[in-house]
């Protein structure tokens, strides 16, 4: 078996994950959007289905403690490593230009700490980790009743987070509020409805908004 790259147990695996997402979206929120996360106003699969992959992780590493089984050994060479991380930037970069486009968020929005750490550090870096971890879980020696149970929440917990993100496409949330680089802070209010999330905000009850805390 290929060993996992820096000696990736599961706590670390599920520790390092966690901290991309929700950790990282949680700190940025709170330290330069000034505002602490509440679940009824953030989409469904960053609340609950980031977690769920951080659990899958960290079980795909408890599957693989001598490290990646050999029908999946791909996954701890460089190249593997590169062409996921290209690939879910490359993703990542589209989702962007086409939310702008549709105008699901206005470019201070998109451009708020939150969305530049959501498509350009989790999309590449959680999904690399999250998926190889995930796919080397399920392609582990099944060895008992633990392992087949792993590999069921793994399984799950994908299909969980793909659920929740169809919910997500049809319950829009405010998600990013609009943010101003140029004073570190966010955008004053009141925020104008100029896009899905933003009419989407102006429709929530004013204790489920998020509040400006600068």
């Given amino acids: ?27 940025l929120a709170l330290v330069l959007e000034r505002r602490i996360i509440r679940p009824r106003a953030e989409f469904t699969a960053l609340v609950y289905g980031d977690p769920l992959l951080c659990v899958a992780c ?20 460089l190249p593997a490593v ?22 699901y968020y206005t470019v201070a929005q998109a451009f708020s700490p939150t969305k530049v750490w959501h498509q350009l550090v989790v999309y590449p870096g959680f999904g690399t980790l999250a ?12 060895a008992g009743v633990g392992a087949v149970l792993g590999k069921v929440v793994i399984g799950a917990g994908l299909l969980a987070w793909v659920a929740m ?41 004013p204790t489920d908004r998020p509040r400006d805390a600068g």
């Fill in 131 to 142: 998926g190889f971890a995930g796919t080397a879980g399920l392609a582990a020696p099944v």
């Fill in 1 to 27: 078996m290929t060993a996992w790259p820096l000696g990736l147990d599961w706590l670390s695996g599920f520790l390092l994950a966690f901290a991309i997402t929700p950790g990282g979206h949680v700190a």
């Fill in 82 to 103: 590169l062409v996921s991380v290209a690939v879910w930037l490359g993703f990542g970069v589209w989702q962007w230009v086409d939310e702008l486009r549709r105008g």
């Fill in 58 to 77: 960290g079980i795909g590493f408890a599957l693989t403690p001598d490290g990646i089984p050999a029908p999946v050994a791909f996954l701890g060479t």
């Fill in 165 to 205: 993100n169809v919910y997500d496409r049809v319950h829009p949330r405010l998600g990013h509020p609009p943010y101003d680089w140029r004073h570190l802070r966010p955008a004053p209010r009141p925020w104008p409805p100029a896009s899905t999330t933003l009419r989407t905000a102006c429709e929530v009850s």
